[in-house]
């Protein structure tokens, strides 16, 4: 694997600012920073963080991209190893997290244009089924709930691909829309188009109950 340096932190700054508390996504940063050189530098095992670090929400991200559980679980794990392999290639120019983020959104989008068979979430299937309330709940609340969360992963997978990506990147994985332009590739205002686009399909679907807080 190519070798090339890699800052393990952010260039220093002012020493009150350097003082300050860093929070958690610039601490997993720096981690994920130091595990890329440690790799480029010959430990192979120092990639192993950034797989737990970034593992689950990769599936959840991948499952719901492409409407599969196990095809999500399967995405994630080839993004991951595409990322490990790649490292020689990765410009310090952004953070990790997002780099890998774009593999695997790529990684769906070639799962997609391949016209592979999409199955029915293993994660809505289990929305759907009865569960022991918790306790002290009130189990017609609990029920509800699920039943709402169900409806609504429904209907996020019936939206069209790009409609989707753009949606689950801004509304699940919280992303601000430049962030989402370093993943997907494509300029704000169309992500939010899509965005919106997404938004009144659903309510068509689901009711007037999302929230437009225009982020």
């Not at 990639?47 to 593992?55: C, E, L």
Request: aromatic letters at 4%.
């Amino acid at each position: 694997m190519p070798r090339r340096h890699l800052s393990a932190v952010p260039p220093p700054g002012l020493a009150a600012a350097e003082a300050a508390p860093r929070t958690r996504e610039e601490l997993d940063e720096a981690a994920d920073r130091e595990a890329v050189r440690r790799v480029l530098d010959g430990d192979a095992e120092a990639f192993a963080p950034v797989v737990r670090r970034h593992g689950a929400r990769l599936v959840s991200l991948c499952a719901r991209l492409t409407g599969s559980q196990a095809v999500g679980e399967e995405l994630a794990q080839e993004s991951l190893a595409r990322a490990y392999a790649g490292l020689g290639h990765f410009r310090d120019d952004g953070p990790v997290r997002l780099w890998i983020l774009r593999i695997a959104v790529n990684a769906c989008r070639d799962w997609l244009k391949a016209g592979a068979r999409r199955e029915r979430p293993e994660a809505q299937a289990e929305v759907d089924e009865p569960t022991r309330a918790a306790p002290g709940a009130d189990p017609q609340r609990e029920v509800a709930g699920r039943l709402a969360l169900s409806a609504l992963s429904r209907a996020v997978a019936a939206l069209p691909p790009a409609y989707r990506e753009a949606f689950t990147l801004f509304h699940v994985e919280g992303l601000p829309y430049q962030e989402i332009r370093a993943v997907t590739g494509v300029r704000v205002n169309a992500l939010k188009v899509r965005v919106h686009r997404a938004r009144e399909q659903l309510r068509r679907s689901l009711g007037d109950w999302l929230d437009e807080d225009g982020r």
